[in-house]
């Protein structure tokens, strides 16, 4: 489960620049490219909290041990 | 510019103001941390790398960078210069880091805070975080104001501009004193639960940014009607029409290569020459780990400041005038030089403008209106998120040090107190709109502390003398450190005010001079010690 948040919070940032280069080349327009960004922000700060804080906790309780 | 937000790695500002090897958002099961304040770090609690990569890359992509690139564009930077001048700037940076910050902290692993205490005594110690409270308060403001920017797209408030120094409409005052308000209430009450949050967003910053850059050479690419095939095509935009160089905009200092260069090098010099981050770098097991604030550097320093330089640049190529402005131009007989888009980016044409009263000043720097005309609603959420992480960690720092000098006071109260003053400091924008200069003064008053501790570390034995001096004397006011440390800065005000030396050029020369001064100081004040000098650190 981890994994598979992990994998869509990096695509997300991935798409976010597809996206960008893809309004750079013509090929999204500029309400298309606002509506992405908007919607990429939002599930990277769904997804990302998941792992990015259960990766800290564990961290810390490696260092606890 | 490095405003202390971790970034997912394991070292993040804790409770005492210190960077720690420990996460602080699961802190509850395993309080109190051990931050090893007055202590050397052990050997078990080293770090890698990656952990200084990650802290760094985190700490310097911050909402000042929406500011500062905007203000090389004011300043009339070319092409040239501010690629190349970051370029080096930010080398000389990462240098610095590496080979005067990194091996002092590797080798004493001390906070700067303990170093400065046995170096300098406690009340000196006392004198350097009253200063650095109260530049931590002005840059909370200026947070707050880059914030405050995005209420204005929404509410429609009329904004300060590029040379304002006072409020200009009651809208604005309000929408500062709100986030002002919010931000302190999160600072005093939920300050590790938006630290938690910020390390979240640090990537996602990383990358809007980015979005910006790509988002505003497009919108370029299609104004100007230049196509960029190649990458001496996209040089071509860069020099000709998105930093054509020139005149600074009125009421600005012209900026050179030297300029960019030294400003790089220099915004963070508290940090790196000025010792500041000898409190993180103490957990790394290698000097050269130092090197890791490379990723904070080009990410941030080049890449941020570049993309943000572009939004403003763009703001000015594609600026909409009123009808009324459209027939004060006409009035004025410009308008036919204003259609043919050679016209707003240049101080001159600028001044034309001023001159005929169509405008009050040049264009403002306003990172809400500009982030969201890149990029819609992603792009306004990015200034307030940047500008709120970077204000958090920024007030409660000023929180302590302010309570640092009155330990009785509480944290809470302190928090308030500093978020109260922050806030109506940011009412008025000459903060934000100077920050350059800001920053650099930042640099230029806290420097001087750095060059002590370098120059007690390795210099003092090499005179003859012993390290330390504060602690191994019984001295709570070490009077070569603060000759060292008030002379410098008296000098380098000097050369600023009535020397014409810009400001970002006086850190170089106070260096040696406040080097020079504590070692002379120090051995014209030489006495016996009141304890035996000892060892204290692995050197």
Redesign the interface.
Same mark, same amino acid.
């Given at each position: 489960m981890r994994v598979f948040v992990q994998v869509i919070s990096g695509a997300v #940032?991935i798409g &976010? %620049?597809v %996206?960008?280069?893809l =309004?750079?080349a013509g090929s999204v327009s500029d309400d298309q #490219? @606002?509506?992405w960004? #908007?919607a990429?922000?939002v599930l990277? =700060?769904v997804t990302?909290?998941f792992w &990015?804080?259960r @990766?800290? @906790?564990a !961290? !810390?309780e490696t !260092?606890?041990d | 510019m490095c405003w202390f937000r971790s970034c997912g790695s394991k070292l993040v500002v804790t409770a005492a103001g210190h960077v720690s090897a420990h996460s602080m958002s699961d802190s509850v099961p395993h309080e109190p941390v051990n931050e090893y304040e007055h202590e050397r770090v052990p050997d078990s609690a080293l770090l890698g790398l990656k952990s200084f990569v990650g802290q760094y890359a985190g700490e310097h992509v911050a909402g000042t960078e929406l500011m500062i690139g905007p203000l090389f564009v004011a300043s009339g930077v070319s092409a040239f210069d501010l690629v190349f001048g970051l370029l080096i700037g930010n080398l000389l940076a990462v240098l610095s880091w590496t080979f005067m910050t990194a091996p002092i902290a590797t080798r004493a692993r001390f906070t700067l805070y303990h170093q400065l205490e046995q170096v300098c005594g406690r009340k000196l110690v006392v004198l350097y975080d009253a200063a650095n409270g109260v530049m931590f308060t002005l840059l909370a403001g200026a947070m707050i104001t880059v914030s405050a920017t995005a209420l204005g797209v929404g509410f429609k408030f009329r904004m300060p501009g590029l040379n304002d120094l006072l409020p200009n409409s009651v809208g604005w005052v309000i929408a500062v004193l709100v986030v002002g308000g919010l931000f302190t209430v999160v600072a005093a009450y939920g300050y590790k639960a938006l630290a938690r949050f910020a390390n979240v967003a640090a990537p996602w910053m990383v990358v809007m940014f980015l979005a910006f850059g790509i988002v505003a050479l497009s919108r370029f690419k299609t104004s100007s009607g230049v196509n960029i095939a190649s990458v001496g095509d996209l040089w071509n935009l860069a020099k000709d029409v998105i930093w054509k160089g020139g005149d600074a905009f009125p009421g600005r200092v012209k900026f050179t290569f030297w300029h960019v260069m030294f400003f790089a090098w220099f915004c963070n010099m508290a940090w790196h020459i000025g010792m500041a981050d000898l409190t993180v770098l103490r957990y790394a097991r290698k000097s050269w780990y130092g090197l890791a604030s490379a990723a904070g550097m080009y990410l941030g320093h080049f890449m941020a400041w570049i993309c943000a330089a572009m939004l403003y640049a763009l703001q000015l190529y594609e600026v909409n005038l009123t009808p009324a402005e459209l027939k004060a131009l006409a009035d004025a007989g410009l308008l036919e030089s204003f259609k043919s888009h050679e016209f707003l980016l240049t101080a001159s044409k600028i001044n034309e403008l001023i001159q005929a009263g169509v405008w009050q000043g040049p264009p403002a720097v306003l990172p809400g209106p500009m982030a969201f005309h890149a990029c819609g609603m992603a792009g306004l959420l990015l200034v307030v998120i940047a500008g709120w992480t970077t204000a958090n960690p920024t007030l409660y720092r000023a929180g302590l040090a302010f309570q640092a000098i009155a330990p009785g006071s509480s944290r809470f109260r302190a928090t308030i107190c500093t978020g109260l003053v922050a806030s109506l400091t940011a009412v008025f924008p000459l903060v934000t709109m100077r920050l350059l200069d800001f920053v650099a003064l930042w640099g230029m008053i806290l420097m001087p502390m750095g060059a002590i501790i370098f120059a007690d570390f390795w210099l003092l034995r090499r005179f003859g003398m012993a390290p330390y001096r504060a602690a191994i004397y019984g001295l709570t006011w070490n009077w070569a450190a603060a000759m060292a440390w008030f002379v410098t800065v008296i000098v380098c005000t000097a050369l600023v005010l009535s020397g014409g030396v810009p400001i970002f050029f006086v850190g170089l020369p106070g260096w040696f001079i406040a080097t020079a001064l504590y070692v002379g100081l120090s051995r014209l004040g030489r006495r016996r010690p009141v304890i035996a000098v000892k060892r204290q650190n692995a050197y």
């Open positions: #940032l &976010m %620049v %996206v960008s280069a =309004f750079y #490219l @606002r509506k960004l #908007l990429c922000t990277w =700060f990302a909290p &990015m804080e @990766r800290q @906790r !961290q !810390q !260092q606890a | -």
